[in-house]
């Protein structure tokens, strides 16, 4: 069922490769483009707002934020099944993208009660942990099977371009009005409206022959997917994977400690690694359709090893700059929506978006617990040290994933 | 699908319209474009940081002169402010020399942090990443120090929180102390999450006081800029101060565990390590300045410069209205009269 395909009309080159990816596709696009302008754009003063504006101890933050990180995991896993028992997606997404453009609101209702605040964040979290899973099980249902790399790669793309400029729209407010944190909320409110708005309009479910067989979809199903080979091997490479990444955040800290980058630039790496991310999404999709997508997916940890590698000295400067940008970049673009589509068709469609769920959960836990493992490794043998047994894991794991990839 | 794109193309201009009038709003209550303050008094005059006897601050007064550097006369606070051209978000005078931290526009937040002679005049400026939330001078006005929030780390990982704390000399900048060698309790400390901020200089214009944040708690630190070694002292120690006698700190200590604004300002004795709880009860989210060495001044939301006495003892009393950022550089000495509490307490 891919819609677009259908109603394409125009020149359509021979062969399956040529086909442009489905409308629904592109309007989901075009909802994660609003909705990450609307939460990126929170996500980048939150902290302000909360430390400056409110005069919350900045450690207070840390424990507010932790104590909401773990929510999406649980969210997402019942969302998603619950999603599938009614074969609703579209509707637990909308009501995701609902919840958190309700609390961009609250954030201006709670003011400074810590409490409020608190049960807002985790309003925001739960809606971002609803709509991820319906919202990639649609991308996968709206696309022909040969297709599905290509679609996320679209999406992905567009969902980028969302995550750039919402840090830019905020600042850009925050410097018209200062100290107008209320007006960024109210913006990004906007925004998140318009984005749910999109998704009444524009995104069709998914409605198949699969609506009627309903029977058999449970959270004892959904864990069920992983007795099979195929997807219970996806996931637990993907979470094995997830174990030995260095977070983002570690990729710009090394870099600016290496590079000593004038400060006032800092800011601007992760808009190179986006950039780099965007512009590849979609060629990353279309080969990964052609070559294999478990292929690229552990093609991007491998050039994901290339910027370990170059972080550890084995270049300098300029060179070392764009080489780690663009392979942190590049990374990203193998692997996100890739890893997405590699699952597609190892999940029977009434139970895709509990499957993507799963996967999804296990990867964001398994980069957490490597986030709190490389402070740990930082705290007591130093950043170098670090660094260098990170990227031999990382190596190993990645080699060993080729090999057995290799074996199959 | 016609009826879906006018429904878009409505709903889009009807939020844009909702956006644009509530930026619109927020843009009137801008203070520097609200007409001035009549009651707030303006006496003609430069502001000169070696004129004895004065308050320097930052005019919060609604108008055009909002976020000026401004002075007050110390004999009489609520007087008339004369009002400088140098605009700062915090700035800070010591020993005639001025020190200027400033937004500097552009899409994402970086500032400007700048010395200036005593006519306020910018000397020696470096650009720096961040937001400005502290800065100070060393008692001769030669070491300048700042912290600054820095928030494009959040493209790199939601919702962390960073500060970065510089420290700058006539002939050297470091915009970045974090990487100082740091011992927590006698012990080498490594760790990613380590943040100083708030950066108070000795007579030796070498030690510094700062607050260093890991592992969700706060500690003082006492640093050797030379030597590039830190220390911790003591937990629970944010943005201190040290009295110009080089004897006590004045910080901020956190005593509510949740809420916003949970600190209650502290004196802490470096001899005996005893601490004295001030009589200001509200919450001090600033980084106090000593007056002379029995009083201290800091900036209450409004904003306003309340001043108390710095041995727990007397009350808080205001000393100038829409003003913040105080620092008395030129004060004159121990011998300086402070006006009593009277009738100047109007809160």
Known sequence: MYIATARQSGPRQAGSSGRIVSANVIALGAVSLVTDISSEMVTAILPLYLVLGLGFSPLQFGILDGLYSGVTAFVRVIGGNVADRWQRRKLVAGIGYGVSALAKLGLIGAGGSASTLGAVLAADRTGKGLRTAPRDALISLSSAPDTVGRAFGVHRAMDTVGALLGPLVAFVLLWTVAGGYDVVFVVSFCFAVLGVLLLVLFVSDHSGPVKQAKDGVSLKAAFGLLRDAGFRRVCSWAVLLGLVTVGDSFVYLLLQSRLDIEPAYFAVLPLGTAAVYLTLAVPAGRVADKVGRWKMFLLGHVALFVAYIALLGAVDGVLMLCLVLLAHGAFYALTDGVLMAAATPLLPEKLRTSGMALLQTGQAVAKMISAVFFGMAWTVWGMQTAVIVSTVAFGLVVAVAWVRRAQR | ?347
């Open chain 2, 1 to 347: 699908m016609k009826t879906k794109l006018s429904i878009t193309a409505i709903a889009v201009v009807l939020l844009a319209a909702v956006a644009f009038v509530y930026i619109k709003q927020a843009k009137a209550n801008d203070p520097r474009d609200m007409p001035a303050d009549v009651s707030v008094a303006v006496e003609p005059g430069p502001v000169t940081l070696t004129d004895p006897g004065r308050l320097v601050f930052r005019n919060e007064a609604p108008g055009p002169d909002h976020g000026k550097v401004a002075s007050v006369s110390l004999a009489d606070p609520q007087g008339p402010r004369r009002v400088g051209q140098l605009r700062c978000d915090r700035f800070y005078t010591a020993a005639g020399r001025g020190l200027c931290l400033a937004d500097a526009p552009g899409p994402l937040p970086s500032a400007t942090v700048a010395f200036t002679d005593a006519g306020l005049v910018s000397q020696k400026s470096v650009d720096i990443a961040g937001i400005p939330n502290r800065a100070k001078l060393s008692a001769d006005g030669t070491v300048a120090s700042w912290t600054t929030f820095v928030t494009g780390d959040s493209y790199a990982r939601t919702g962390t929180f960073s500060t970065r704390t510089g420290i700058m000399t006539a002939d050297e900048v470091d915009t970045n102390i974090e990487d100082m060698p740091l011992r927590v309790g006698g012990r080498q400390h490594r760790a990613d999450d380590v943040n100083f901020w708030g950066v108070t200089v000795a007579a030796d214009d070498r030690t510094f006081y700062a607050t260093v944040a890991t592992g969700g708690q706060t500690h003082l630190v006492k640093a050797d800029q030379q030597a590039w070694q830190a220390e911790t002292l003591r937990e629970n120690v944010e943005c201190p101060s040290l009295s110009p006698d080089g004897t006590r700190i004045a910080f901020k200590k956190r005593v509510a565990q949740d809420g916003a604004r949970p600190w209650r300002e502290h004196v802490l004795d470096l001899r005996t390590m005893v601490e004295t709880p001030l009589a200001e009860t509200r919450s001090v989210d600033d980084q106090v300045v000593w007056l002379d060495d029995r009083t201290i001044a800091y900036t209450l939301p409004g904003p306003e410069i309340w001043a108390v006495p710095a041995d727990g003892s007397g009350a808080a009393r205001l000393l100038v209205r829409h003003a913040s950022s105080p620092s008395a550089g030129y004060a004159s000495g121990p011998s300086s009269q402070l006006p009593t509490p009277s009738g100047s307490s109007s809160k």
